[in-house]
């Protein structure tokens, strides 16, 4: 059993400093709303409740982005050109910003302290960014892209972001969250805010999380 996905994240902030590690429970892969069902029903919705998000969901909807689908390989839940994954997966919570890492489905603290009202004001002081429970932050390093496909690797990493994005969009909806994409930022001010490495470009913001009544 996986002890850690019982508790509450309030109560495993507690006990948690930077560096320090989140086993994420198993994803999913058998729900309650159809595909089709979940396509039908998404929208851009972009006020929340104020009720954090369970451990549960943020794994499913992590595992939805980037989770490894296929062991043997590697491979992910969203295609990625030549198999090369040049997105890394963050997640804003009030506890901290979180690392996620596909291949051990685990989140690493990389940050103390709640970033979202800072993100907030590096995009456009859209309050959708400030009012969620979870914001998801999508990044792309360039060159694991560029080693193989040159000058159309920033193409080919901007789709990919898409492709992790509307995985979660749906994943979110077929969990009756809410959730959108979130495009115009400060590059330097969310790299800054995340503490990004220089070779890593904030893509795509997503808050999550439940709907406002
Ligand atoms: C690249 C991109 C950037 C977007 N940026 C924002 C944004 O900054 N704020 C926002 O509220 N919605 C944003 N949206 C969501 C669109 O406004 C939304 O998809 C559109 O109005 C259609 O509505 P729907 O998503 O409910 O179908 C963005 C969508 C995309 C694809």
Known sequence: MNVTAMIPMVLVSQAMHVGEIIHLPPAKVKGEMSLEESIAKRRSIREFAAKPLS???????????????????????????????????YVVLPEGVYHYNPQRHELKRVLAGDRRLELQKAARDQEAIGSAPAVLVFTGVYERTAAKYG??????????????????????????????????????????????????????????????E
Not at 58 to 86: H, N, V
Not at 159 to 164: D, M, N, V
Not at 189 to 210: D, F, T
């Open 151 to 212: 000058d159309r690797a920033s193409r080919y990493v901007s789709i990919e972001a898409g492709h992790a994005c509307q995985n979660v969009l749906l994943q979110a909806t077929a969990q009756n969250l809410a959730s959108v994409p979130v495009g115009p930022f400060e590059d330097t001010q969310v790299a800054k805010i995340i503490n990004l490495a220089k070779n890593e470009n904030p893509l795509y913001l997503m808050p999550v999380g439940y709907p406002m």
């Open 55 to 89: 451990i549960e969901q943020i794994g499913q909807l992590l595992w939805a982005a980037q989770g490894i689908t296929e062991k043997d390989k590697g491979l992910r839940a969203a295609p990625s050109a030549g198999a090369l994954y040049p997105l890394e997966t």
